[in-house]
């Protein structure tokens, strides 16, 4: 059984944690690197939700350039 929270691209894991970082900054979500259990599912979900939208986002106009 695989795991969803594993990156399917291990070069790009320093990329995407810097990008969580910069996500959880703009929302407000006070992340921090370690422990975050104190941060309510919806914070969390928040960050990673936006996350997807914003790669969606980045794609979907790379796609429209070409």
């Known amino acids: 059984?695989?795991?969803?929270n594993q990156v399917e691209v291990p070069e790009a894991k320093g990329a995407l944690d810097k990008?969580?970082?910069e996500v959880a900054n703009e929302l407000g979500v006070p992340l921090t690197d370690g422990y975050n259990?104190?941060?309510t599912s919806k914070q969390n979900g928040?960050?990673?939700?936006?996350?997807?939208?914003k790669m969606i986002e980045a794609q979907e106009r790379q796609m429209a350039s070409k």
């Open 1 to 4: 059984m695989s795991r969803s």
């Open 19 to 21: 990008f969580k970082y």
């Open 37 to 39: 259990g104190n941060l």
């Open 46 to 53: 928040s960050v990673g939700g936006y996350m997807v939208k």
